[in-house]
């Protein structure tokens, strides 16, 4: 069965510091992964995706994240948050086929950013 | 704006009772996904239709239960609601397999419904 590790359950961090988020995947087929972000009493908002192709991807609001087949790792990263970007942040893998796939998220990890 | 639809946005009610969650998926898309988030279970997979029928069910309780209507709109019905079952429900949808890779496998959130069991 797939699983996600978010290894951090809390980031805080400085305003217009860098910041890593952490996700790591269990998976022993071809995956695909995503982040989603959640702000306060919203729905879950896709930041970024990695399907196929470069193993560097962008994302919205200036997110990136690196697909690293050999370390099942696909970290989120910014090299400089803002106040607005406070939020819970879900690692998911996709998984089954044809009309059954789904995602199996993470347990998120709630990046607050601090003045 | 995801394009998926939930209402209502807020539910409160009693335990014992039974409520319908609504949602309506993206224009087009055919798979519908029901989530139970709570603190202490986090975002949980609850059961997947497409295009009508059941696909995929997840830690989806044997009170719950949920249909895809051929409009593919779906509702999912709590019953003897708990306390416990006091979460937020999200709905998402996801394109047809006929859609590139992007469209089978990306899934789109609507806001959710937040239930309270008093």
């Known amino acids: 069965a797939q699983s996600v590790t978010q290894l951090d359950s809390q980031v805080p961090v400085f305003e217009e510091a860098p910041v890593e988020l952490r996700c790591n995947y269990s998976s022993s087929v071809s995956v695909y992964l995503f982040w989603y972000v959640q702000y306060p009493n919203q729905g879950l908002q896709l930041l970024l995706k990695y399907l196929s192709g470069s193993t560097l991807v962008k994302g919205i609001n200036g997110f990136e994240a690196e697909f690293n087949k050999s370390q099942t790792s696909f970290h989120l990263r910014k090299p400089s948050v803002h106040i607005s970007d406070t939020a819970e942040y879900f690692c998911a893998v996709t998984h089954g086929s044809g009309s059954a796939r789904q995602l199996t998220f993470g347990s998120g990890t709630q990046l607050t950013v601090l003045p | 704006d995801s394009g998926v639809t939930q209402t209502p946005k807020h539910l409160i009610t009693a335990t014992g009772q039974r409520v319908t969650l609504r949602c309506s998926p993206r224009s087009g898309d055919l798979s519908v996904y029901w989530y139970q988030q709570s603190l202490d279970q986090g975002l949980q997979f609850l059961i997947q239709y497409y295009n009508g029928e059941e696909r995929a069910k997840g830690n989806i309780l044997e009170r719950f239960s949920a249909q895809q209507f051929p409009d593919l709109h779906s509702e999912l019905n709590l019953s003897s609601l708990e306390l416990g079952d006091s979460a937020l429900y999200f709905c998402?949808?996801?394109?047809?397999?006929?859609?590139?890779?992007?469209?089978?496998?990306?899934?789109?959130f609507g806001a959710g419904t937040r239930l309270s069991v008093l």
């Open positions: 998402a949808s996801r394109g047809p397999l006929a859609g590139g890779r992007g469209a089978k496998n990306i899934q789109y």
